[in-house]
């Protein structure tokens, strides 16, 4: 056998090999978002340090913390609006920062705060961004009543933008995520500034879209009403990720630090003042319902507690343990700067 044989039968090898890796990797589940060692600086100010987050595809992954913790700028790096300082963001397995064309491709972007046509009318502003994303008229035309009903805006489609309230621009703009059909919305504070019912609106198309097999990473101020849709909640505080999880999880974890409720019938301070000095009691909170205590005993301790108030003499209307919620989950772990292993 001549030497340029050898040569093209180990070349014939190599390209089998790395057709095999290929389609091995073809094979393989490719997390919809995969962030390694995120990191993101602004002169002296570390915005993100070091993030990792793993989100399978048709997770609906709610993104907590305060302003100026990281989500914005998290989604920003993800939305391909801004360049990491150092580490890498994946979409749907495409590097946001060699592969933008192809992220986009596949991501609905709805910032905290966005701009609107206001000389368009409603269904003139979806056409604008189907052209935009090179969808043909004809199928433009099929697809946008179709959107208009899905946000609840069918009655809207000749209205022009300005005449819009805040919430149905809000659901307009979640459409104008959707005219292009991605796999993943990446939604900051989508609820912002809505009414309660704009708000419940706004759930209920969330949800929707969770039943159509979308991805959704979603950060937002009122995530308890969205606990039920939620499949895992990540924790951002100053730049780091500081617990995540599924909700359920997360919630068995801080049992052992219960949340009881208590209603008296009178004689609150005093009561207030008397639980102060208990053991396993960590915190108090009185309001119009009551007194809320953050415990840290078991059940043999809570019914110890129970008694001590029915022996020193208050007259309990109710003595019972909360159900945890994703704010008492975020107070609990954020409270000073703990996070969960």
């Known amino acids: 056998m001549s030497k340029n044989s050898e040569i093209e039968i180990i070349n014939v090898d190599l390209l089998q090999n790395t057709s095999d890796e290929l389609k091995e990797a073809a094979d393989r589940e490719v997390p919809m978002i995969e962030i390694k060692q995120l990191r993101k600086v602004f002169g002296s100010f570390q915005a993100l340090k070091s993030i990792d987050l793993t989100i399978p595809k048709g997770t609906v992954f709610g993104f907590v913390g305060p302003n100026g913790a990281g989500k914005s700028t998290t989604m920003s790096i993800l939305a391909t609006l801004m360049m990491p300082t150092s580490g890498y963001a994946k979409v749907d397995g495409f590097d946001v920062t060699l592969h933008p064309q192809e992220v986009r491709k596949r991501i609905g972007y709805m910032p905290d705060f966005f701009g609107v046509y206001d000389q368009f009318k409603t269904v003139e502003y979806l056409h604008f961004y189907g052209a935009s994303y090179g969808i043909p008229k004809a199928e433009r035309e099929e697809l946008i009543p179709q959107l208009l009903e899905l946000v609840n805006l069918s009655d809207k489609k000749d209205a022009y933008v300005d005449t819009l309230s805040r919430g149905m621009k809000q659901r307009l703009c979640l459409a104008r995520c959707l005219v292009h059909d991605p796999e993943l919305l990446i939604l900051d504070e989508p609820a912002s500034g809505l009414d ?146």
Request: charged content about 30%; hydrophobic content about 40%.
């Open 196 to 341: 309660p019912r704009a708000r419940i609106e706004m759930r209920e198309i969330l949800r929707e879209l969770k039943a159509m097999g979308k991805t959704i990473i979603i950060s937002s101020h009122i995530l308890p009403e969205l606990a039920e849709m939620v499949d895992e909640i990540g924790v951002i505080e100053h730049g780091e990720m500081i617990a995540i999880g599924n909700v359920a999880d997360i919630q068995n974890k801080l049992r052992v630090k219960r949340f009881l409720h208590v209603r008296l019938r009178d004689r609150e301070e005093e009561a207030e003042a008397f639980l102060r000095d208990r053991p396993y009691v960590n915190r108090i909170l009185r309001d119009e319902r009551g007194i809320q205590i953050h415990f840290g005993g078991q059940d043999a301790e809570q019914s110890e507690l129970l008694h001590e108030m029915v022996s020193a003499g208050f007259q309990l209307i109710s003595f019972s343990e909360a159900q945890t919620n994703l704010e008492d989950v975020f107070l609990e772990i954020t409270k000073g700067g703990e996070g969960i292993e």
